[in-house]
């Protein structure tokens, strides 16, 4: 089985993680932004994944292993990111980041 | 030394007499000290205690440094104490009766006993640095004496004229002093003179090999810049401002310090210098330079001035320059023999115009007038000082002066240079005369004072008169003790330093007889102009309007300086404060507003919006790639791998 | 290895986790009053503490250690890759956290028995606390990343955990997404080495570091690493939520954010840079694009993180140098803090560790100290700008006193634990010669500059007299405020703040116990490796 | 050996402590910590041994103690303590002008109990860095003095004195940092085993003369700021118009006196081959430190300004000494050091006293006090007469000897600060005109004579004004007994 060069799977993953942070930049919504976090995740647990085909030493934890992990984390991660949003939602009525703006200078 | 007098005690009632008292007893002592000199002439050093002490170091003074104070009885001091002591003790008694109208009494007698020990200590000190320590404590008696009166404007401004101008003389002193110090450093016995306190001399012997010192650079920097300092004090052209004016404070004061004594410090000065140090031949001619122009300067400003202590005064600055005149031509004995007969006659002048001011209380001479028969005693007293003064035998101030006249003339052949000034302080004898007796005509000549509202004028107490007396006397034979052997031994003996001329005796009979006809002609022609209550007045129209207008203002010498203390040097010292407050501490508040504004622009970026923060984030990514991958490879691969 | 070996090591986590569940289990039975969360808290705190010392060795409280000595400060075995790993410096880290975990405990205990959210309150600080003894103990990336989102998630929930309050819950929300962001790019950079090395331990990465075949992965991986660790650590222009967060959260939160969470990034920077950093001058990353040779992975890294240093402190500086708000002020410092901190393993040698860690205990001290001023005088009247506290030394001598000697040990005025620090940790980089010099160069003139902001508190708390209205509506906020010990500050705060000005001046006076234990360690981590 | 310093040093601490807690009877306390202090400083004049001279080139000192600090194997830090004639000479100094402040302030009415605290603890810091013999522990004073100041200025000061204090702490701040630079690069560069001033002062010749003279002008920044100099100087004034009288007796009289002795001790005998290459740039400094001060001087209306920009004056002459490198220009920088602690600090008071009687220091606004305050009136001459030199009070003989050794070592350049003198004895004499004499203005009617407490604080600076002035060799003779004797100059 030929491997897919490491150059183009890094410009793969790459974007994927491009993609993510220009959503996040770029979207007011949490919800949407949140959507954007978990993109970019995914760009990282593709890059575990991929990289384990190397890894030659066979010591430590192996990709496959982190990536399974990771999903977990990104799980949880939502979960507390959700639960800020409701509590935001709450108090301001809105989920849009922007008009968070109280605190600043 | 003769000691502080007790100067705290003048609190109480009789401090004033408590003060005579003390200058008394000083007064025996020098009397008793300079009658020791002359019976048995020579150099005495006392106990000295060291007043700064290094040990040897590496550099100018190998053999260590010491700065001491010690007193020395020489001829010099000897003559020198026994004018500050008798005149001292003259003008303390006569201030009992002259000053018990004022206020601060205890004060004036505190500052004067304060200066007759200064003055002693100057006397008797035995090396230059002590010299200069007393110098400035006179100084500062000076002072506040001009100051006495300090409620008065013009008494706190001439004080403080008097104080700056003589700064000046002593700055330069000082620099002299530096100079010989060094210089001579390892000159001499016992380890070199600075090992040894840099005292005038080491038991009998002066300590440097004073006289011919030929014409280095240095050495005649030196000396300039001792008279420098000798002119500050003496009033000596371009110095000479504050004299005048220093007659703000009272006239005892103006008696004893400014004509006497704390003045004639500066031709000591110049004396001791040429005897123990020496000064160069381009030293000399400089001196005799001042000292003649200052004598026909001062005398010119005399002529026309319608103050009668200013008078005096100008008078007192061109009777220096005879004796600047003396000492620089060589004759250090002959200038300090002027000083003596000076001292006393001039002293005399100023009490006697202090009893007429005392008496009508006004200083102007237009306004007195007939005072000849209310004062006789003072009408007879200023009438002796006058001849004195102008050099008309046997009074005291002729055989000094022709003294000076002759022994400069004795130089003139082989110094051609001298002649300028020699002529000057010729033509001043005239000067000397007219105004003299100028004065002496529109105070006392006449019927009634020309001012009417003038008091009814009367003699002062007896303390008053007793001086006036004794100093008429002394006015009368002061000249004459150049006859007694003893007196004359102490004169001639000078320290035991080769060079020193004879005194009197070479008299050129011709010359002394030129002078006395000047003398009797300025006295003519005061006569001529002023005598029984005549009033000359100059036509409007008379060319001699502008030189009188210059004479009156001074040659505008006391303007120019008014106008570099004022505009000039306190302008330069506004511009400078203007500069630390805006330019100096205004950097220190420009570091303060840009990084003040760097704050506020930083924290504007701070907008709240958290997309803007993670849009940082990222730009800080790009950032540290930008470092990881071209900035820290560029600077490794330039500066090395440190 | 049988279970006692295995357990041992782990008797503060353990503890941790048990006063955890107490107190969750306490909630749930309803037993919600804010003494007894607040003791068992504390009790935890200070087991773990002490447990922590006595594996330290240090005096007597050595009976206490659950390590023996051969796990502490041991290679692992050649090949195996380990996930923890137990250093003295990790441990001197514990200490240090669990410090500021019983300062914000100890201080936390004076509020009101009926606080709402008390529960959450305590179950999650003790939560985070275990995860950065987590972080202390690491020897994986991934097991690192993973301890510091066990640091993180909490986190976020204590700022936001008094939902009620808008400014609380935004940032909160402002905590999160930066953080979420940070996290992608720290795990995206771990993914990067893994790809690089094959393996994510930090001893086989530290092993391989100069073979490695991927010279710009390696470096685009570190420079990941850099910016999602940086926003822990608050390094600039990776801080701009630090100051909204602490300003926004409740002030226990913050002291406990400054003083405690924010040193989990830098123990990090310790882990997974000191290995590389030390790599002076063997080859590692391949061909320099400017010549001379191949780039030096120790000296690029290196002077990467200088620079974030300097620029961080500076930025920091001026950030807060006309601030109007205590809070904001006090974390803008923070932010400049960082930049010092982050000279120790910039330099890497372990003078410079030695003098970085001082600082990171110094910092706990004086700027969670501060902190936990700042939080009990709001009930006394104060407000949050800094105007409010106009007279406020001289009305209140004590907390007055106090609060100064930790503003003076934050400007690094001598006597007090903050110039020790700052004096170690500029030492050794001068020390170290070379261009660190232009490091402590940066730092000390930075410090020059941060006086002026402290001194114009100090101005404002001695000098100026407070106006009419602050002093009534302060006798009025007093008069209502709940009758608290102390003077108002409640006696567990009290005991805190008074804890930290000892510290503050105990160490700074007589620093060799503290600063040799941590000399010693530091010894250990730079020889022995991670 | 009983560890007199130490005991010195504790006195001080304790007596601040004291002081702190005893409330309204603050004045009594610090009033006998100053006696126990002076007592103390009078035992060790009469028992001083004498400077124990060189050992192995380096300088001993002492009464010294060393106890280790901080202990790390590349950093070793003791706390070293010891002294010679210079720094007993200043410690001396800070023994006079605690009690004459202290006394002075008397009747202090505003937080007396931590006013009269500050005023030890300033003292303190000022006796630390004069005995401190390591790196560190000079730092670590040096730095100490700073905060009490700056409490003293902005708690008591005038009006602007909140800007007054930032201005100084911030300012004398930045200028220790710097220093603290130079001294770590200092003891690390030159690979001194520790600290201490020994083993600096004898790993430091292993340094290359660039080193040594960029290390110098570090140091020399943080000295020079504190002297202060010419273009350094700025905080100097503000900080003096603003400080209460108590402030700026200790501020003229010894924080700047802390410059000096740094500079001798820190820098000019450690560095020399340093010393020697920025030696130029010193004598620039100097001389511009002497004419600035004395030029805007003159146009100064307010009489604390006046005295504060006098002081940048004379410590230019202060500079101007160290600077020629001579053992005769050692002796007269720190005899000028000493004089100047007292001249100024009398000044200053008499500056304090005007203000609180006449209710301003605008020397133009008020004139001819001498007859409703003639106590004053003297002290206001004393203080300056003493200031520009005058003999027979305590700066002519240090100025003197400045000036000999300017000479020695320059030549023909002493004109600068012999011309200056002149512009210096005209400001002082001029606002004593101004001021003193001429008719009464802007006398209120309520004005009186000192009360005792102020005569009593300003009599002890004028007396040893005068006892030194004549005696200046009880000052010498100590000042000598250090490294000054012998020096061997560049």
């Not at chain 2, 004299?243 to 004509?259: F, K, N, Q, R, W």
């Not at chain 2, 050099?391 to 055989?399: C, H, M, N, S, V």
């Not at chain 3, 930790?406 to 070379?434: C, D, H, N, R, Y």
């Not at chain 4, 010749?205 to 273009?231: C, D, I, M, R």
Request: glycine letters at 12%.
């Amino acid at each position: 089985m030929t491997a897919l060069p490491v150059a183009w799977f890094l410009a793969l993953s790459g974007a994927l993680l491009a993609v993510g942070i220009f959503g996040l930049l770029t979207r007011r919504n949490f919800i949407l932004i949140l959507i954007a976090v978990e993109i970019a995740m995914n760009a990282t647990i593709l890059n575990f994944v991929y990289f384990a085909a190397f890894a030659t030493s066979g010591t430590g934890l192996s990709g496959q292993a982190i990536a399974v992990v990771l999903i977990g984390f990104a799980a949880t991660e939502v979960a507390v990111g959700l639960a800020i949003v409701l509590g935001l939602n709450r108090l301001k009525g809105s989920i849009n980041v922007a008009q968070a703006n109280e605190l600043k200078e | 030394m003769v000691g502080l007098f007790g100067t705290r005690l003048q609190k109480l009632e009789w401090g004033g007499w408590l003060a005579v008292g003390f200058a008394g007893a000083a007064m025996a002592l020098g009397v008793t000290i300079a009658i020791g000199e002359m019976l048995n002439p020579g150099a005495y050093v006392n106990a000295q205690y060291t007043w700064l002490h290094l040990a040897a170091s590496p550099g100018p003074f190998p053999n260590g440094l010491s700065l001491v104070a010690g007193t020395l009885v020489d001829p010099l001091s000897a003559l020198m104490l026994l004018v500050v002591t008798v005149v001292g003790f003259l003008v303390m008694l006569y201030s009992i009766g002259y000053m018990h109208h004022d206020r601060g009494l205890p004060r004036y007698y505190a500052e004067l006993s304060l200066f007759l020990a200064a003055m002693t200590g100057l006397v008797l000190s035995n090396n230059l640095l002590e010299f200069f320590l007393f110098w400035e404590l006179v100084g500062v008696c000076s002072y506040f004496l001009i100051g006495f009166y300090y409620e008065k404007p013009s008494a706190a401004s001439a004080a403080k004229e008097a104080f700056l101008v003589t700064r000046v003389g002593d700055v330069l002193f000082l620099l002299g002093i530096f100079i010989y110090f060094f210089h001579y450093a390892t000159t001499g016995p016992n380890g070199g003179w600075a090992a040894n306190g840099f005292v005038f001399t080491n038991g009998t012997t002066p300590f440097l090999p004073a006289g011919a010192i030929g014409s280095s650079t240095l050495l005649t920097i030196a000396g300039l810049l001792i008279l420098g300092g000798a002119a500050g004090k003496s009033a000596q052209f371009p110095l000479h401002v504050w004299l005048p004016d220093a007659m703000e404070g009272p006239t005892t004061v103006s008696a004893l310090i400014h004509a006497a004594t704390m003045v004639a410090a500066g031709v000591y000065l110049l004396a001791v210098t040429s005897v123990f140090i020496g000064f160069t031949s381009t030293d000399q001619l400089a001196i005799v330079a001042i000292g003649g122009f200052t004598a026909f300067f001062a005398a010119t400003m005399a002529v026309v001035h319608p103050d009668i202590k200013r008078v005096i005064a100008y008078s007192t600055i061109s009777q220096l320059g005879y004796m600047v005149m003396a000492v620089g031509a060589g004759f250090a004995m002959v200038g300090l023999f002027h000083l003596f007969t000076h001292a006393f006659f001039k002293a005399l002048l100023f009490l006697a115009a202090g009893s007429v001011i005392h008496a009508v209380g006004t200083q102007d001479l237009f306004k007195m007038g007939g005072l000849r028969k209310p004062m006789r005693v003072t009408a007879a007293a200023f009438a002796i000082g006058g001849l004195a003064l102008a050099g008309i035998p046997p009074f005291a101030g002729f055989w000094s002066k022709d003294d000076i006249l002759s022994a400069v003339y004795s130089q003139l052949g082989s110094h051609p240079l001298y002649w300028p000034f020699f002529l000057l302080a010729f033509a001043a004898v005239f000067l000397t005369a007219y105004y003299i007796f100028r004065a002496w005509f529109l105070a006392f000549s006449g019927d009634h004072p020309r001012d009417p509202s003038l008091p009814h004028a009367h003699e002062g107490p007896w303390v008053m008169q007793v001086p006036l007396v004794i100093l008429s006397g002394m006015a009368l034979i002061a000249g004459l003790f150049i006859f007694l052997p003893n007196f004359q031994g102490l004169l001639l003996h000078g320290d035991g330093v080769a060079g020193i001329p004879p005194v009197y005796g070479s008299t050129d009979l011709l010359l002394s007889g030129v002078s006395v006809g000047l003398g009797l002609a300025g006295i003519g022609l005061a006569y001529q102009l002023w005598g029984n209550g005549r009033v000359y007045v100059l036509p409007a129209d008379s060319p001699w309007q502008s030189v009188r207008r210059l004479l009156l203002n001074r040659y505008y010498m006391k303007v120019a300086y008014d106008w570099i203390g004022l505009r000039a040097v306190y302008g330069i010292s506004r511009g400078a404060d203007f500069v630390d407050r805006y330019v100096i501490d205004g950097t220190v508040h420009g570091f303060e507003r840009i990084f003040g504004s760097l704050s506020d622009r930083l924290r504007a970026m701070q907008s709240g919006v958290v997309s803007d923060y993670a849009a940082y984030v990222i730009a800080g990514l790009v950032g540290v790639f930008a470092l990881l991958l071209l900035v820290a490879p560029y600077l490794l691969a330039h500066f090395g791998g440190t | 290895m049988d279970f006692t070996s295995f357990v041992g090591p782990f008797v503060p986590e353990i503890l941790l986790l048990g006063g955890t569940l107490l107190i969750f289990l306490l909630d749930v039975l309803g037993l919600r009053r804010n003494e007894w969360l607040s003791t068992v808290a504390v009790t935890a705190v200070v087991l773990a503490l002490l447990s922590v010392l006595g594996d330290l060795g240090f005096g007597p409280l050595s009976v206490l250690a659950t390590l023996s000595p051969g796990q502490i400060d041991t290679l692992p075995a050649f090949g195996s890759a380990p996930l923890y790993h137990f250093t003295s410096l990790g441990l001197v880290f514990q200490a240090i956290f669990l410090l500021s975990a019983l300062l914000v405990t100890l201080a936390s205990a004076s509020r009101p028995s009926d606080e709402p959210g008390a529960p959450i309150f305590y179950g999650l600080l003790l939560l985070a606390t275990l995860g950065m003894l987590l972080v202390a103990v690491a020897s994986d990336l991934i097991f690192l990343l993973l301890a510091i989102e066990v640091v993180s998630i909490p986190s976020y929930l204590l700022v936001g955990y008094r939902r009620r309050e808008t400014r609380s819950m935004e940032a909160a929300m402002k905590f999160f997404i930066i953080g979420a962001l940070s996290t992608v790019l720290s795990f995206y950079g771990a993914s990067l080495l893994f790809g690089a090395y094959g393996t994510t331990n930090l001893f086989l990465i530290q092993a391989d570091a100069s073979t490695v075949g991927f010279p710009v992965l390696v470096l685009l991986g570190y420079g990941f690493l850099v910016a999602g660790l940086a926003f822990k650590v608050t390094l600039v222009p990776f801080h701009a939520w630090a100051v909204d967060v602490y300003d926004g959260a409740p002030s226990d939160v913050s002291a406990f954010l400054a003083g405690g969470t924010k040193k989990i990034g830098l123990f990090a920077f310790f882990l997974v840079f000191l290995g590389p950093v030390l790599l002076v001058n063997t080859a590692a990353a391949g061909q320099s694009p400017f010549g001379g040779g191949a780039v030096d992975l120790g000296p690029t890294l290196s002077i990467t993180l200088g620079v974030l240093a300097v620029v961080t402190m500076t930025v920091g500086n001026v950030l807060a140098l006309l601030q109007k708000e205590m809070k904001r002020m006090l974390a803008y410092s923070s932010i400049s803090q960082a930049g010092y901190m982050l000279i120790g393993i910039t330099i890497g040698t372990a003078p410079a560790l030695t003098g970085a860690t001082l600082q990171i205990f110094a910092h706990v001290l004086m700027k969670g100290g501060a902190f936990l001023v700042v939080a009990g005088v709001g009930a006394l009247g104060i407000g949050p700008l800094i105007d409010d506290w106009k007279g406020f030394g001289v009305r209140r001598p004590l907390t007055g006193a106090a609060f100064a000697l930790m503003l003076l040990s934050l400007a690094g005025v001598p006597l007090t634990v903050g110039f020790v620090s700052k004096f170690i940790l500029f030492s050794a980089a001068v020390q170290a010669e070379g261009w660190f010099i232009w490091l402590a160069v940066a730092g000390l003139l930075n410090s020059a500059l941060s006086v002026f902001y402290y001194a114009r508190v100090l101005k404002v708390m001695y000098f100026d007299r407070p106006g009419p209205l602050e002093t009534a509506e302060g006798t009025a906020a007093a008069a209502s405020a709940p009758a608290l010990g102390a003077g108002g500050l409640g006696y567990g705060r009290a005991v805190a703040i008074g804890l930290a000005a000892v510290l503050i001046v105990g160490v700074g006076l007589y620093p060799q116990p503290v600063v040799g234990a941590i000399q010693m360690a530091a010894q250990h981590f730079v020889s022995a490796g991670v | 050996m009983f560890p007199v310093l130490s005991t010195l040093l504790a006195t001080l601490l304790v007596g601040t402590v004291l002081t702190f807690l005893s409330g309204k009877y603050a004045r009594w306390t610090a009033l006998l910590v100053s006696f126990a202090f002076l007592a103390e400083v009078g035992y060790l004049l009469m028992y001083f041994p004498g400077w124990p001279g060189l050992a192995g080139g380096v300088p001993q000192f002492a009464d010294s103690e060393s106890y280790a600090w901080i202990h790390l194997g590349w950093l070793q830090v003791n706390y070293t303590v010891g002294i010679d004639g210079i720094s007993l000479v200043l410690i001396f100094l800070t023994a006079i002008l605690q009690i004459a402040t202290v006394v002075y302030s008397w009747e202090e009415q505003k937080k007396p109990a931590a006013w009269f605290g500050l005023l030890l603890l300033t003292c303190l810091g000022c006796v630390g860095v004069f005995v401190a013999l390591d790196v560190l522990l000079f730092f670590l004073f040096w730095e100490a003095v700073l905060v009490p100041m700056f409490f003293i200025i902005g708690y008591w000061g005038g009006p602007r004195r909140r800007y007054a204090a930032i201005k100084f702490f911030v300012y004398t701040h930045v200028a220790s940092i710097v220093m603290l630079v130079g001294l770590l690069a200092l003891v690390f560069y030159s690979g001194a085993t520790s600290f201490d001033y020994s083993s600096v002062f004898a790993a430091a010749p292993t340094l290359g003369v660039a080193t040594q003279a960029f290390l110098f002008l570090s140091l020399f920044f943080g000295f020079g700021v504190k002297f202060p100099v010419v273009p350094f100087h700025t905080w100097l004034p503000d900080a003096h118009v603003e400080a209460p009288t108590g402030g700026s007796v200790l501020l003229a009289g010894l924080l700047l006196k802390l410059g000096g002795y740094g500079l001798i001790r820190w820098a000019v005998f450690v560095l020399p081959l340093g010393f020697h290459e920025v030696q130029p740039i010193l004598f620039v400094i100097a001389f511009a430190s002497i004419a600035w001060g004395s030029i805007v001087s003159l146009a100064q209306r307010d009489l604390k300004r006046l005295v504060a920009f006098s002081s940048i004056n004379h410590m230019g002459i202060v500079l101007l000494a160290i600077a020629l490198g001579s053992s005769l220009g050692l002796l007269a920088a720190v005899l000028l050091m000493f004089a100047h602690g007292v001249v100024s600090a009398l000044l200053f008071m008499t500056a304090g006293s005007v203000h609180h009687t006449y209710g301003t220091r605008d020397i133009a606004s008020i004139g001819g006090i001498t007859p409703t305050t003639p106590t004053l009136s003297t002290m206001v001459m004393v203080g300056s007469l003493a200031s520009l030199g005058l003999p027979w009070l305590i700066s002519f003989p240090a100025e003197f000897t400045a000036l000999l050794a300017t000479w020695d070592g320059l030549a023909y350049w002493v004109l600068i600060p012999l011309g200056i003198l002149v512009v210096t004895a005209a400001f002082y004499i001029w606002m004593m005109q101004r001021m003193l004499f001429g008719p009464p203005k802007g006398v209120p009617p309520t004005a009186h004579d000192l009360p005792w407490y102020e005569t009593a604080g300003m009599g002890i600076l004028a007396g040893a004004a005068i006892l030194f002035g004549v005696l200046p060799f009880l000052l010498v003779n100590l000042i000598t007994n250090s490294p000054i004797r012998g020096f061997a100059g560049l």
